[in-house]
């Protein structure tokens, strides 16, 4: 039975991402036959001529073995033949992945054929995008995306998949889910950085900071505008910014972890969201003209701080729990303020999965996160306090005043 489009697109994506991800490692470590597009191309071919196997028949995949198996064998011997231009073997592999193409298109399967070829011609194209990409990379990127691999498709698929605890709230793989979710969310906006180049422009730093993390992105430019005083607007346009882009993450993940109530809880995160975003342009109009070097330049992924995510995140699953069971709304409110102090995405997914099971209401749901953003907003404050030179203090303390009372006004009027 031939197998739908949409799944073999998630295999071939799948496959060329794995050979792309391998590709990476050896193009980056050491020197090499295959590189970057050429394992792409070889996983690519695999799964092509699995896919073709039943129709044509299960030799199928043992002859493009053989075949790659020989490319590699030749591309090692002119590698050791010390010739001093020594060819790769993407265009080998390319005519190899074309011709399943061509065969795939005369067995009729019209969709892959055109899936797999497309890609071919387009990864074929960026060569240079790509080894770009692999130049900017240091061995701290490189095992933070291994690690990110590591934690996703090795460790997730291990974990148990039951409910532990009171009211069931511990779920292994729903809380080592989370990790794999917020180390993506991080990870994938520090490659964007780095791809961008070490100076971006003030809102790109904003917002590239607010996704990896806004509160060392507060930290580092408060300690800039101290050491450097007319830098003080541009430290306030970018960490009002950085904190902006909290509440778009906020969004996105009760949008992931509880799509179904977005409707009850999105309306007043996205009026704070507005109101935050109307400041945070204020303060760019002041200072648009700059151009900063993003503040956290640490690669926000390892294995330990993963860990310790996902122990905080169950922590407060707990907390929540036992807090509902004890103290009610009020209990809820200490939690969620606690845990807001420097890290939001741990009370938002335990809020969002806690909404999803209807342990709580929607209502008291954006409240916590609210409370817990508002703490956040309050610990940055504090830092700059700290940290900061005057005049980025004063610039903060009406910003973040401002937004402040926006929250508590929500929280005092916005309907139940």
Same mark, same amino acid.
């Given at each position: 039975?031939?197998?739908?489009?949409?799944?073999?697109? !998630?295999?071939?994506?799948?496959?060329?991402?794995?050979?792309?991800?391998?590709?990476?490692?050896?193009?980056?470590?050491?020197?090499?036959?295959?590189?970057?597009?050429?394992?792409?191309?070889?996983?690519?071919?695999?799964?092509?001529?699995?896919?073709?196997?039943?129709?044509?028949?299960?030799?199928?995949?043992?002859?493009?073995?053989?075949?790659?198996?020989?490319?590699?064998?030749?591309?090692?011997?002119?590698?050791?033949?010390?010739?001093?231009?020594?060819?790769?073997?993407?265009?080998?592999?390319?005519?190899?992945?074309?011709?399943?193409?061509?065969?795939?298109?005369?067995?009729?399967?019209?969709?892959?054929?055109?899936?797999?070829?497309?890609?071919?011609?387009?990864?074929?194209?960026?060569?240079?995008?790509?080894?770009?990409?692999?130049?900017?990379?240091?061995?701290?990127?490189?095992?933070?995306?291994?690690?990110?691999?590591?934690?996703?498709?090795?460790?997730?698929?291990?974990?148990?998949?039951?409910?532990?605890?009171?009211?069931?709230?511990?779920?292994?793989?729903?809380?080592?889910?989370?990790?794999?979710? !917020?180390?993506?969310?991080?990870?994938?906006?520090?490659?964007?950085?780095?791809?961008?180049?070490?100076?971006?422009?003030?809102?790109?730093?904003?917002?590239?900071?607010?996704?990896?993390?806004?509160?060392?992105?507060?930290?580092?430019?408060?300690?800039?505008?101290?050491?450097?005083?007319?830098?003080?607007?541009?430290?306030?346009?970018?960490?009002?910014?950085?904190?902006?882009?909290?509440?778009?993450?906020? =969004?996105?993940?009760?949008?992931?972890?509880?799509?179904?109530?977005?409707?009850?809880?999105?309306?007043?995160?996205?009026?704070?969201?507005?109101?935050?975003?109307?400041?945070?342009?204020?303060?760019?109009?002041?200072?648009?003209?700059?151009?900063?070097?993003?503040?956290?330049?640490?690669?926000?992924?390892?294995?330990?701080?993963?860990?310790?995510?996902? =122990?905080?995140?169950?922590?407060?699953?707990?907390?929540?729990?036992?807090?509902?069971?004890?103290?009610?709304?009020?209990?809820?409110?200490?939690?969620?303020?606690?845990?807001?102090?420097?890290?939001?995405?741990?009370?938002?997914?335990?809020?969002?999965?806690?909404?999803?099971?209807?342990?709580?209401?929607?209502?008291?749901?954006?409240?916590?996160?609210?409370?817990?953003?508002?703490?956040?907003?309050?610990?940055?404050?504090?830092?700059?306090?700290?940290?900061?030179?005057?005049?980025?203090?004063?610039?903060?303390?009406?910003? =973040?005043?401002?937004?402040?009372?926006?929250?508590?006004?929500?929280?005092?009027?916005?309907?139940?």
């Amino acid at each position: 039975m031939e197998p739908e489009i949409a799944v073999v697109g !998630i295999r071939l994506a799948l496959a060329i991402g794995l050979g792309l991800l391998v590709g990476f490692q050896r193009e980056w470590a050491a020197p090499h036959v295959a590189g970057l597009r050429t394992f792409a191309l070889i996983s690519l071919l695999g799964a092509m001529l699995a896919l073709l196997a039943p129709a044509v028949g299960d030799w199928l995949v043992p002859a493009g073995l053989l075949a790659v198996t020989s490319m590699l064998i030749v591309g090692y011997v002119i590698r050791l033949s010390g010739l001093k231009d020594k060819p790769g073997l993407t265009t080998q592999m390319a005519a190899l992945v074309m011709y399943s193409v061509g065969a795939a298109i005369g067995l009729g399967y019209l969709e892959w054929g055109t899936i797999v070829g497309g890609g071919t011609a387009v990864l074929l194209h960026w060569k240079l995008p790509l080894h770009n990409f692999v130049e900017r990379m240091g061995e701290s990127d490189v095992r933070a995306i291994i690690q990110l691999v590591l934690i996703a498709l090795v460790i997730l698929p291990l974990m148990p998949h039951e409910s532990y605890g009171p009211d069931g709230v511990l779920n292994p793989f729903e809380i080592w889910l989370m990790v794999v979710l !917020i180390v993506g969310i991080s990870l994938g906006s520090y490659i964007a950085y780095k791809l961008l180049g070490v100076r971006t422009g003030t809102a790109l730093a904003g917002i590239l900071g607010g996704l990896i993390s806004s509160t060392a992105t507060t930290v580092s430019y408060a300690r800039r505008s101290r050491h450097v005083p007319s830098a003080s607007p541009l430290s306030a346009a970018v960490i009002m910014m950085a904190s902006t882009v909290v509440f778009v993450r906020v =969004l996105v993940e009760v949008a992931i972890v509880a799509p179904n109530f977005m409707v009850s809880v999105a309306p007043p995160l996205i009026v704070m969201m507005t109101v935050m975003t109307i400041i945070a342009w204020e303060l760019y109009r002041m200072c648009r003209d700059s151009s900063p070097t993003l503040a956290s330049n640490d690669t926000p992924s390892d294995l330990r701080a993963a860990v310790l995510f996902g =122990l905080m995140y169950a922590a407060i699953l707990m907390a929540v729990a036992f807090a509902r069971q004890n103290f009610g709304d009020r209990g809820l409110y200490t939690v969620a303020a606690l845990s807001g102090l420097a890290d939001m995405d741990a009370i938002t997914l335990s809020t969002a999965q806690m909404i999803k099971r209807e342990s709580i209401s929607p209502t008291v749901g954006w409240r916590m996160i609210l409370v817990g953003g508002l703490s956040n907003l309050i610990f940055k404050g504090a830092a700059i306090g700290l940290l900061g030179h005057p005049q980025l203090q004063r610039r903060m303390a009406l910003a =973040l005043g401002l937004s402040l009372l926006t929250g508590g006004l929500l929280l005092a009027f916005w309907p139940s």
